[in-house]
Nanobody, 123 residues
Framework: QVQLVESGGGLVQAGGSLRLSCAAS????????MGWFRQAPGKEREFGAA????????YYADSVKGRFTISRDNVKNTVYLKMNSLKPEDTAVYYC????????????????WGQGTQVTVSS
Protein backbone atom coordinates (compact mmCIF):
# COMPACT_ATOMS: atom_id res chain seq x y z
CA GLN A 1 0.00 0.00 0.00
CA VAL A 2 1.24 3.46 -0.90
CA GLN A 3 -0.18 6.75 0.32
CA LEU A 4 0.52 9.88 -1.68
CA VAL A 5 0.22 13.47 -0.48
CA GLU A 6 0.67 16.40 -2.87
CA SER A 7 1.66 19.92 -1.89
CA GLY A 8 2.94 23.11 -3.46
CA GLY A 9 -0.07 24.25 -5.41
CA GLY A 10 -1.33 27.81 -5.33
CA LEU A 11 -2.14 30.94 -7.31
CA VAL A 12 0.47 32.25 -9.73
CA GLN A 13 0.51 34.76 -12.56
CA ALA A 14 0.97 33.66 -16.14
CA GLY A 15 4.65 33.18 -16.88
CA GLY A 16 5.42 32.26 -13.31
CA SER A 17 6.66 29.02 -11.77
CA LEU A 18 5.62 26.52 -9.13
CA ARG A 19 7.10 23.30 -7.81
CA LEU A 20 4.75 20.56 -6.74
CA SER A 21 5.82 17.82 -4.37
CA CYS A 22 4.30 14.40 -3.74
CA ALA A 23 5.39 12.61 -0.59
CA ALA A 24 4.90 8.86 -0.52
CA SER A 25 4.62 6.53 2.43
CA UNK A 26 5.88 2.98 2.43
CA UNK A 27 9.20 1.31 1.87
CA UNK A 28 8.62 0.37 -1.74
CA UNK A 29 8.47 3.83 -3.32
CA UNK A 30 11.59 3.19 -5.37
CA UNK A 31 9.89 0.27 -7.13
CA UNK A 32 7.03 2.36 -8.58
CA UNK A 33 6.89 4.38 -11.72
CA MET A 34 5.33 7.75 -10.90
CA GLY A 35 3.17 10.14 -12.82
CA TRP A 36 1.60 13.57 -12.58
CA PHE A 37 -1.87 14.13 -13.99
CA ARG A 38 -4.18 17.11 -13.97
CA GLN A 39 -7.89 17.75 -14.20
CA ALA A 40 -9.47 21.04 -15.13
CA PRO A 41 -13.12 21.81 -14.32
CA GLY A 42 -15.44 19.98 -16.67
CA LYS A 43 -12.62 18.03 -18.29
CA GLU A 44 -11.23 14.54 -18.00
CA ARG A 45 -8.11 13.84 -16.04
CA GLU A 46 -5.11 14.03 -18.36
CA PHE A 47 -1.54 12.86 -18.30
CA GLY A 48 1.18 15.40 -17.66
CA ALA A 49 4.47 13.69 -16.93
CA ALA A 50 5.96 10.42 -15.69
CA UNK A 51 9.26 9.15 -14.37
CA UNK A 52 10.59 5.62 -14.11
CA UNK A 53 11.24 4.01 -10.73
CA UNK A 54 14.98 4.79 -10.82
CA UNK A 55 14.51 8.28 -12.21
CA UNK A 56 16.54 7.67 -15.35
CA UNK A 57 13.73 8.19 -17.87
CA UNK A 58 11.02 10.83 -18.08
CA TYR A 59 8.01 11.31 -20.31
CA TYR A 60 5.86 14.37 -20.99
CA ALA A 61 2.61 15.30 -22.62
CA ASP A 62 3.07 17.63 -25.58
CA SER A 63 1.17 20.34 -23.74
CA VAL A 64 3.83 20.60 -21.01
CA LYS A 65 6.98 19.47 -22.77
CA GLY A 66 9.75 22.01 -22.45
CA ARG A 67 8.03 23.81 -19.56
CA PHE A 68 7.56 21.13 -16.88
CA THR A 69 10.19 18.86 -15.35
CA ILE A 70 9.45 15.72 -13.34
CA SER A 71 12.02 14.31 -10.95
CA ARG A 72 12.16 12.07 -7.91
CA ASP A 73 14.22 11.53 -4.79
CA ASN A 74 14.00 7.91 -3.68
CA VAL A 75 15.73 8.69 -0.38
CA LYS A 76 13.08 11.24 0.52
CA ASN A 77 10.27 9.17 -1.07
CA THR A 78 9.19 12.22 -3.03
CA VAL A 79 8.39 13.04 -6.62
CA TYR A 80 8.44 16.62 -7.91
CA LEU A 81 6.95 18.57 -10.77
CA LYS A 82 8.68 21.85 -11.56
CA MET A 83 6.41 24.00 -13.69
CA ASN A 84 7.79 27.01 -15.56
CA SER A 85 6.22 29.46 -17.99
CA LEU A 86 2.79 28.70 -16.62
CA LYS A 87 -0.26 29.53 -18.69
CA PRO A 88 -3.90 30.06 -17.69
CA GLU A 89 -4.73 26.77 -19.43
CA ASP A 90 -2.50 24.97 -16.90
CA THR A 91 -5.11 25.74 -14.24
CA ALA A 92 -6.25 22.42 -12.77
CA VAL A 93 -6.09 20.10 -9.82
CA TYR A 94 -2.79 18.23 -10.06
CA TYR A 95 -2.53 14.63 -8.91
CA CYS A 96 0.41 12.35 -8.45
CA UNK A 97 0.01 8.64 -8.99
CA UNK A 98 1.99 5.43 -8.66
CA UNK A 99 1.94 2.39 -10.88
CA UNK A 100 3.33 -1.15 -10.71
CA UNK A 101 3.22 -1.28 -14.49
CA UNK A 102 5.48 0.25 -17.05
CA UNK A 103 5.35 3.98 -17.58
CA UNK A 104 2.03 4.92 -19.11
CA UNK A 105 -0.17 7.95 -19.66
CA UNK A 106 -3.41 6.09 -18.96
CA UNK A 107 -5.14 6.86 -15.68
CA UNK A 108 -6.49 3.32 -15.46
CA UNK A 109 -2.97 1.91 -15.25
CA UNK A 110 -2.14 3.70 -12.02
CA UNK A 111 -2.70 1.89 -8.73
CA UNK A 112 -2.48 4.71 -6.17
CA TRP A 113 -3.49 8.36 -6.26
CA GLY A 114 -3.04 11.39 -4.08
CA GLN A 115 -5.82 13.78 -3.14
CA GLY A 116 -4.65 16.52 -5.50
CA THR A 117 -3.41 20.08 -5.17
CA GLN A 118 -4.97 23.09 -6.88
CA VAL A 119 -2.93 25.17 -9.31
CA THR A 120 -4.48 28.39 -10.57
CA VAL A 121 -2.76 30.54 -13.17
CA SER A 122 -4.09 34.05 -13.63
CA SER A 123 -3.77 35.97 -16.87
Amino acid sequence: QVQLVESGGGLVQAGGSLRLSCAASGRTFSTYNMGWFRQAPGKEREFGAAVTFGGSSTYYADSVKGRFTISRDNVKNTVYLKMNSLKPEDTAVYYCAATFRGVTGRTRDYNYWGQGTQVTVSS
